[in-house]
């Protein structure tokens, strides 16, 4: 079973800076299979990337992500008061089938 | 724009059950595979159960397997969650989310998502 590690567990930045988060699986899996959340309190999550690289058209363009293999990142570029929250990455499983997420990184106002 | 919303959460005695529904505003519903995700309080989030656009297959979380039963009514857009055997672990925001399989401008599939999400409903179970 892959599993998803992602750090830190929380990042505590200013607004204007730049915040790099992390997502390793135990396995090798595909770009197609990584995908990555935000969560604000009280609220659901929403799509900020789709295979590991992909960006929704609502979605500004200073979040952005990558990686391969094992390593995914998700960057927020010049954070915006809004973007302090927590963000998952989430792998697809194709065997057997599932979705899998991370533990999440709470992203903290400094 | 899609929208979801859930209902049929509440509370329930341990040993107890509940079915949860999710109602889809689109005229594609049956296009879509959907999800049921939850999240425990103060905890991440946990994915719980898949159907396929026509309801023929179906996943599950081994902690939920052959205790939750996920199934779909194309015909009234609707997705539904029936829950046996309720324990205080099951405690959660339940969500639905919508599966969506994206690709690039050449046709070639890139990935999928939960690119729509219902605000959720709660389950407590608690005697």
């Known amino acids: 079973e892959i599993v998803l590690l992602q750090s830190p567990g929380t990042l505590s930045l200013s607004p204007g800076e730049r915040a790099t988060l992390s997502c390793r699986t135990s396995?090798?899996?595909?770009?197609?299979?990584l995908a990555w959340y935000q969560q604000k309190p009280g609220q659901a999550p929403r799509l900020l990337i789709y295979?590991?690289?992909g960006r929704p058209t609502d979605i500004p363009d200073r979040f952005s992500g990558s990686g391969s293999g094992t390593d995914f990142t998700l960057t927020i570029t010049r954070l915006e008061p809004e973007d302090f929250a927590v963000y998952y990455c989430?792998?697809?499983?194709?065997?057997?089938?599932?979705?899998?997420f991370g533990q999440g990184t709470k992203l903290d106002i400094k | 724009e899609v929208q979801l919303v859930e209902s049929g959460g509440g509370l329930v005695k341990p040993g107890g059950s509940l079915r949860l529904s999710c109602v889809a505003s689109?005229?594609?519903?049956?296009?879509?595979?959907m999800n049921w995700v939850r999240q425990a309080p103060g905890k991440g989030l946990e994915w719980v159960s898949a159907?396929?656009?026509?309801?023929?297959?179906?996943y599950y979380a081994d902690s939920v397997k052959g205790r939750f039963t996920i199934s779909r009514d194309n015909s009234k857009n609707t997705l539904f969650l029936e829950m046996n055997s309720l324990g205080a672990d099951d405690t959660a925001v339940y969500y639905c989310?919508?599966?969506?399989?994206?690709?690039?401008?050449?046709?070639?599939?890139?990935?999928?998502?939960?690119?729509?999400w219902g605000p959720g409903t709660v389950v407590t179970v608690s005697a």
């Open positions: 989310a919508q599966d969506r399989d994206f690709y690039d401008s050449s046709g070639r599939y890139v990935g999928n998502a939960f690119d729509m």
């Open positions: 689109t005229v594609s519903f049956s296009n879509y595979a």
């Open positions: 159907v396929s656009g026509s309801g023929a297959s179906t």
């Open positions: 396995q090798s899996v595909s770009s197609t299979q």
């Open positions: 295979g590991a690289s």
């Open positions: 989430q792998l697809y499983g194709r065997s057997p089938p599932g979705f899998i």
